[in-house]
């Protein structure tokens, strides 16, 4: 968690989830010092919550001049492509906005040949576990 405030009343909190948390779910309980602020008990304010990104990891994203995008594993076994906007990263990862969701499988080795509907094959020992 990050938090960020200016000498005009605002701040911001940038709280990230561990991989895996449902942020559905999750809660965050924050707590504000008035101290210095023109706060009193029960004041309004105003909260925005931005729609959660979804992480990948980096290795998946394939950039191209005009698209960027992802690949991932279809029901039949079949690469999809996925045109993602590339947010933030953490780590080994990155957040993308897109037509994906958590635990979509995605390619991270080998989708620079492949193309949408290609049949994917995987080899066991490389399947990432939870």
């Known amino acids: 968690m990050s938090s960020k405030s200016t000498n005009s009343g605002s701040l ?12 559905d779910l999750a809660s965050v309980d924050v707590h504000l010092s008035t101290d210095g602020l023109n706060l009193v008990s029960g004041s309004g304010v105003t909260v925005s919550l931005p729609k959660m990104a979804t992480l990948v990891p980096r290795d998946a994203l394939i950039v191209r001049e005009k698209e960027t995008f992802i690949l991932t594993v279809d029901e039949n076994d079949e690469a999809q492509k996925i045109n993602v906007l590339v947010g933030l990263g953490i780590g080994e990862r990155v957040s993308v906005a897109g037509n994906i969701n958590a635990g979509t499988e995605v390619i991270i080795r080998g989708a620079e040949r492949l193309q949408s509907g290609d ?5 066991k020992d490389l399947v990432a576990k939870r």
């Open 12 to 23: 911001n909190i940038t709280i990230t989830f561990d991989v895996g948390t449902d942020p």
């Open 119 to 123: 049949k994917v094959r995987r080899q």
